[in-house]
């Protein structure tokens, strides 16, 4: 719309006096925006309606003070309509308390799902440790008993060998292994007879060692033994008036005569 | 200004009640019957600006016709608060057409005043314009009823008017 045409609608009119649609007053705001100068015709119009309500007489002093005394200068909240603020429904009371109830129900039913699962985690947590320190603990123990059993072993190999009364015989390999070597302990007085395998073959399958005793020139059969290691001193049979021990490789169980060509190992008193 | 008296400046509302009370007060006065009912109205309608300038936004319009808009609907709440307690006869009349009538009457109500020079310079058929389309707030559709006239001659006549309003203030 032409700025002419526009001034001469009548739509400033309305829009000063306070009867323009918001159609109208948007028109005339888009209308100032393209058309500045149209700011000048509307303060002119503005100006003749103010002139024209205007008093002759001024305005009474007195009625200004009047006026300002009971307006409520204070600085304002806010600027809004706070008198059109809906206030929580009052006759609702019992409403609203039923749902902070419930809202506080189902926070501590929360809470305490948490609190389960919390200690749940715990308990399993700890008894997994209890089950892992329980074995730790079974494993420790039967090492102990394994240690004091073997502490006890070597306690009574280290009486046998340091009896003074004992006579230690060292038996030396024969044909059949030359490098064999075994250590007799034999007390005179008490008969007693301890071997100690230093050196020897295991037995093949179905054979085992036998230990002999030469009395009076004849062999007396000290029992059979297991060479493998680690099995230390071992307690034969008593032996008394012994000249010499030999151990010869016999069938399982051992026999009653030695097989003189299977000696492997001999050693005089 | 706007913006001071937005922020709380009382200096700035001053300057407002200054510069716009007489001229809401010629508006008011055209509702009541005397001066200091004029007075008390426009008591009641500054204390509305001020409580309620956060409301004001210059995307509606002029300050002023802001203003005009408060003043009038004082006026209006004053009288028929007034007509209610007084004028029992009128009660039965409903609506627009008690209001309607009851502004025209008063804008025969002058005298008490003085009627404003200026206003009073301009032809018959212009003042009466001027009292329905500015003071008592007609749309150009009611001054149309109200004067049995078409509307494209309201809108000239107001326009007319208020050009010769200008003229005279030159």
């Known amino acids: 719309m032409e700025l002419k045409e526009f001034i001469a609608s009548g739509i400033i009119e309305s829009y000063l006096l306070g009867t323009a649609t918001s159609n109208e007053v948007e028109m005339v705001h888009s209308m100032l925006k393209k058309y500045p100068e149209l700011e000048d015709e509307i303060t002119a119009i503005e100006l003749a309606l103010i002139t024209a309500s205007s008093n002759s007489k001024p305005v009474n002093a007195d009625l200004k003070n009047r006026i300002f005394e009971s307006i409520d200068f204070t600085p304002k909240q806010t600027s809004g309509p706070a008198e059109n603020m809906v206030p929580f429904s009052s006759s609702k009371t019992t409403g609203r308390w039923t749902r902070y109830v419930v809202a506080a129900s189902v926070v501590a039913l929360i809470a305490s799902l948490l609190l389960n699962v919390m200690l749940y985690m715990n308990m399993n947590r700890a008894s997994n440790d209890m089950a892992r320190l329980n074995d730790q603990n079974i494993k420790m123990q039967s090492e102990l008993a394994s240690q004091n059993s073997s502490i006890s072993q070597m306690k009574d190999q280290m009486a046998v060998m340091t009896d003074t009364s004992n006579q230690k015989i060292t038996l030396k390999g024969l044909t059949p292994q030359p490098d064999a070597l075994a250590t007799v302990y034999w007390n005179p007085e008490k008969n007693n007879v301890h071997l100690y395998v230093n050196n020897l073959i295991p037995a093949p399958d179905g054979k085992q060692y036998q230990l002999w005793a030469i009395v009076d020139g004849k062999p007396v059969d000290a029992g059979v033994f297991d060479c493998a290691k680690g099995v230390g001193l071992q307690n034969m049979k008593n032996i008394s008036n012994a000249q010499a021990f030999a151990v010869t490789l016999e069938k399982a169980g051992g026999s009653p005569t030695p097989t003189l060509e299977a000696m492997y190992l001999i050693g005089n008193v | ?170």
């Not at chain 2, 009640?17 to 009541?32: C, F, R």
């Not at chain 2, 002029?62 to 028929?80: C, E, P």
Request: hydrophobic letters at 30%; charged letters at 25%.
């Open chain 2, 1 to 170: 200004m706007i913006h001071s008296i937005r922020q709380g400046d009382q200096q700035a509302f001053s300057y407002l009640y200054d510069k716009y009370s007489n001229a809401l007060l010629g508006v008011i006065n055209t509702y009541t019957e005397s001066q200091e009912e004029a007075e008390d109205v426009l008591q009641t309608c500054f204390v509305k600006i001020w409580n309620n300038f956060g409301q004001y936004s210059e995307d509606k319009g002029r300050l002023y016709t802001w203003m005009l808009n408060i003043a009038r609907n004082s006026a209006i709440d004053y009288t028929r608060s007034k007509g209610s307690k007084n004028n029992k006869k009128n009660q039965s009349i409903d609506g627009n057409m008690y209001e309607l009538n009851k502004n025209y009457n008063h804008s025969e109500n002058y005298d008490h005043i003085g009627l404003n020079t200026i206003l009073q310079k301009l032809k018959e058929e212009h003042q009466e314009i001027i009292k329905l389309a500015y003071f008592e707030g007609f749309t150009h559709e009611e001054v149309s009823k109200q004067l049995n006239m078409p509307l494209g001659t309201v809108k000239t006549k107001i326009r007319q008017a208020i050009l010769n309003l200008r003229e005279l203030i030159k």
